[in-house]
């Protein structure tokens, strides 16, 4: 269940959102989430040429390679893919 503060910090400023973006976190066995607008800000921030290319490369592959779009229901549940779900260690 995504809380419906966070649903509005997803959105656009003047709806909530109705997906979200999940990816296997860089830096440990979790999820991470995100909106499309802050995946906008990342694409963006790999194409400045001081961003050292291991870097670029792990976040291309891990967060662009990898990353799903989930509709969010209006109650506000999400469905995390079982994929995602073991990685991340979650159960019932």
Avoid: K, W
Avoid at 6 to 35: K, M, P, Q, Y
Avoid at 40 to 49: E, I, R, T, V
Avoid at 73 to 89: N, S, V, W, Y
Wanted: hydrophobic letters at 45%; a negative charge.
């Amino acid at each position: 269940s995504v809380p419906a503060p966070f649903r509005s910090a997803l959105g656009d400023g003047t709806a909530a959102a109705n997906e979200v973006i999940i990816f296997r976190s860089l830096s440990a066995d979790a999820l991470d989430a995100c909106s499309i607008g802050y995946l906008a800000q990342l694409s963006a921030a790999l194409d400045d040429p001081a961003t050292p290319q291991d870097y670029r490369t792990l976040i291309e592959d891990t967060v662009f390679g990898s990353s799903i779009r989930l509709p969010i229901d209006p109650e506000g549940r999400i469905i995390i893919p079982e994929e995602f779900m073991t990685f991340a260690g979650i159960g019932e």
